[in-house]
């Protein structure tokens, strides 16, 4: 099945603590991206990345990292998480021809 | 750059009513257009997507979104509201096959009364 995996679904961790958040595409797709879902704000990119080792900053980058070692894999990395990182993410894929992107399931990350 | 509003934040039908979700997008270069839905505790499912081909779009569940250059607009529509339509509702824009980024709308959660 083409999906988006994302690890965990559920994350609560303690301020300064770094954590990863994986993320794999299993359709090949060359873009992937990362969002953060706030209420009555929609969706913000954080990162995006247009190939393996080819990433920039989307709207909200601070206090986020991210890698492209591989094509199927796009990890988000909090190195030093705050309380204003709490929020709801997702990790997208799409090709490159314009179409949408699919999304994971989310992860509802807590920063206490 | 491209960005999207959507107008209201909350919209509520009685089942067998009209859903009209509104979405007007601002883009420099002809766009790619979407509406995605969230349900409860579930990421984002594409419903529809314009990109340049007819202006009259279908989708799932019973969803269409007409494109109008004119208005800047792209509202979602369906006939007869379900009681599983109520979920939240995106508007998203994407400014052309070469522009990764896809910018949304703040939302729209739809709830249904019986």
């Known amino acids: 099945e083409a999906q988006v995996t994302q690890n965990p679904r559920y994350l609560i961790t303690v301020t300064g603590k770094k954590l990863t958040v994986t993320c794999s595409q299993n359709?090949?797709?060359?873009?992937m991206s990362w969002y953060r879902q706030d209420p009555g704000l929609g969706l913000r990119q954080i990162y995006y990345?247009?190939?393996?080792?080819?990433?920039d900053k989307g709207d909200v980058p601070e206090g986020y990292k991210v890698s492209r070692k591989e094509k199927r894999n796009f990890p988000l990395i909090l190195e030093s998480p705050s309380p204003n990182q709490t929020s709801l993410y997702f990790c997208?894929?799409?090709?490159?021809?314009?179409?949408?992107?699919?999304f994971g399931s989310g992860t509802r990350l807590t920063v206490v | 750059a491209q960005s999207v509003t959507q107008l209201g934040s909350h919209v509520s039908v009685s089942e067998g009513a009209l859903v009209l979700l509104r979405c007007n997008y601002s883009?420099?270069?002809?766009?790619?257009l979407f509406w995605y839905v969230q349900y409860p505790n579930q990421g984002l499912q594409l419903l529809l997507k314009?990109?340049?081909?007819?202006?009259l779009v279908k989708g799932i569940n019973g969803f269409e979104a007409e494109f109008k250059k004119s208005e800047t607009s792209f509202h979602l529509t369906k006939p007869s509201a379900h009681m599983s339509d109520a979920a939240e509702y995106f508007c998203?824009?994407?400014?052309?096959?070469?522009?990764?980024?896809?910018?949304f709308g703040a939302g729209t959660t739809v709830t249904v009364r019986a």
């Open positions: 997208a894929s799409s090709l490159s021809t314009g179409g949408g992107y699919t």
């Open positions: 359709m090949n797709h060359e873009y």
């Open positions: 990345s247009m190939n393996v080792e080819v990433t």
């Open positions: 883009s420099s270069v002809p766009p790619y």
């Open positions: 314009y990109t340049s081909a007819a202006t």
């Open positions: 998203a824009v994407r400014g052309s096959s070469n522009d990764y980024k896809l910018s």
